[in-house]
């Protein structure tokens, strides 16, 4: 990620700030509602908790970035005043965005967040509606950059699996199978790879049924080949009930049963076995970009989002990794019935 670069000030004065103030929710609602107690009226909190998982993170990161700036380090996400916020002050924090992070995409991203607990505060009637329209007029940061990420070619995934069969331990069999359902399946996300369970999964079909982004269900199928490295993993696994991947202990063979497999773990993988094969390094975002490209390439952009549980197309294109020599040859095949004049 891009270096912060030093504002010149933040928007609000520093001493402003650490005078007295309501809490920036408001009093807490006493009101009960099946014996449990409501949650305060915190715009922030409300904006995160209705954000998928796998976003939550980075969105708290982003609103925790903003809030120091804003304040000049003096309060975190949960403190800021967000209710408070501006047209000059949100413009301010565009300004800021947009020269902190030259990738447009990051900016945008902050931008989402501010945005996101904005309209919270809207919706509390926290924030005057004149100014959250007035807000919703400042513009996304312009710009593209080059796509990040790489393919993952034939010959590499190749080494990678004839390195993972002749290792042959425990941790190689579920590793090789959560690679080959991550670039089999049109593009399972991290967090759906780890969160994939044994009965949701339908051998005969070769498919999982899952819930992903959004709360959408969908059903992604393996290949053979990728049903056969799963096949290999769930021989060793067992019919336990419960999730697909699973933790091993430091002993490198006793699976451990009812847990989770932490994302980081996965992570951490892909780029060892990248070392022990000698290929250029690839996160498990990558193995997702492979399989969008292929899905692409074999079918269409429109079952390309399908497969990928993906609302638009133009995000499903923007995970498109081909090669410019995969472009020619597409080009290439595109027929025109054109005929010469006849020599002569």
């Not at 305060?40 to 409300?46: E, S, V």
């Not at 304040?71 to 300004?95: C, D, K, M, N, T």
Request: net charge positive.
């Amino acid at each position: 990620m891009p270096v912060e670069t030093a504002p010149e000030s933040p928007p609000w004065p520093v001493p402003a700030l650490a005078e007295p103030q309501v809490t920036p929710g408001g009093p807490p609602i006493e009101t009960r509602l099946d014996g449990g107690p409501l949650a305060g009226r915190d715009p922030a909190t409300l904006y995160l908790d209705g954000l998928a998982p796998s976003g939550r993170r980075s969105q708290r990161a982003a609103l925790e970035r903003i809030a120091r700036w804003a304040s000049g380090g003096a309060l975190g996400w949960r403190e800021f005043p967000w209710h408070r916020v501006r047209y000059q002050h949100a413009a301010r924090i565009q300004g800021w965005l947009r020269d902190a992070y030259p990738a447009p995409a990051t900016a945008n991203t902050y931008r989402a967040a501010l945005r996101g607990v904005l309209r919270q505060c809207w919706l509390l009637g926290q924030l005057p509606a004149e100014e959250w329209q007035r807000i919703q007029t400042i513009g996304r940061v312009r710009g593209t950059r080059l796509p990040r990420g790489r393919n993952l070619e034939d010959e590499e995934l190749a080494r990678l699996f004839a390195h993972l069969v002749a290792e042959g331990t425990v941790v190689a069999a579920r590793d090789a199978a959560a690679i080959a359902v991550m670039v089999s399946s049109g593009g399972v996300r991290l967090d759906e790879l780890t969160g994939l369970t044994l009965d949701g999964y339908d051998p005969g079909d070769r498919a999982f049924r899952l819930v992903g982004k959004g709360n959408r269900e969908r059903k992604v199928w393996l290949s053979e080949q990728a049903a056969e490295a799963l096949a290999d993993w769930l021989r060793r696994r067992g019919s336990a009930p419960g999730y697909v991947f699973l933790p091993v202990a430091r002993d490198r063979t006793t699976i451990l049963h009812g847990r989770r497999l932490a994302q980081s773990t996965l992570r951490e993988m892909c780029a060892r076995r990248a070392r022990q094969v000698g290929i250029p390094h690839f996160s498990p975002h990558d193995l997702r970009r492979t399989s969008i490209s292929r899905a692409i390439e074999l079918s269409d952009l429109s079952t390309a989002r399908d497969l990928a549980g993906h609302v638009h197309t133009d995000t499903t294109a923007g995970y498109d990794r081909r090669g410019e020599e995969s472009r020619r040859a597409a080009a290439r095949r595109l027929r025109v019935p054109y005929a010469g004049r006849p020599a002569g």
